[in-house]
Nanobody, 121 residues
Framework: VQLQACGGGLVQAGGSLRLSCAAS????????IGWFRQAPGKEREFVAV????????NYADSVKGRFAISRDNAKNTVYLQMNSLKPEDTAVYYC???????????????WGQGTLVIVSS
């Protein structure tokens, strides 16, 4: 499986961005697609995850109510709609594939290249 993340950019605090993660190759209906982020000098952290074929979703507490993850199976793409952005959301955002609804990095076996989000105050 190959993942291609895009949609990052520079936005003011309170603004919105939508990230996309396009999957190619052998995409199994049993997969879960997650978003992680890594701020400068910090560990990579879980943001959200969605099941590829069923209605299972999970969010990190820090983004609940502001971010929304969704999928378009016809396009093999997962989206992360980010609203009410804060400077602390600044990070490189990565998408990744797991075989379960998980928050731990080690559960994810395929990773995209990352897209940079900068939120200015």
């Amino acid at each position: 499986v190959q993942l291609q993340a895009c949609g990052g950019g520079l936005v003011q605090a309170g603004g919105s961005l939508r990230l996309s993660c396009a999957a190619s190759g052998r995409v199994s209906s049993a997969y879960f697609i997650g978003w992680f982020r890594q701020a400068p000098g910090k560990e990579r952290e879980f943001v959200a995850v969605v099941a590829w074929s069923v209605g299972l979703i999970n969010y990190a507490d820090s983004v609940k109510g502001r971010f929304a993850i969704s999928r378009d199976n016809a396009k093999n793409t997962v989206y992360l709609q980010m609203n009410s952005l804060k400077p602390e959301d600044t990070a490189v955002y990565y998408c990744a594939v797991a075989n379960k609804l998980a928050q731990a990095r080690y559960e994810y076996s395929y990773w995209g290249q990352g897209t940079l989000v900068i939120v200015s105050s």
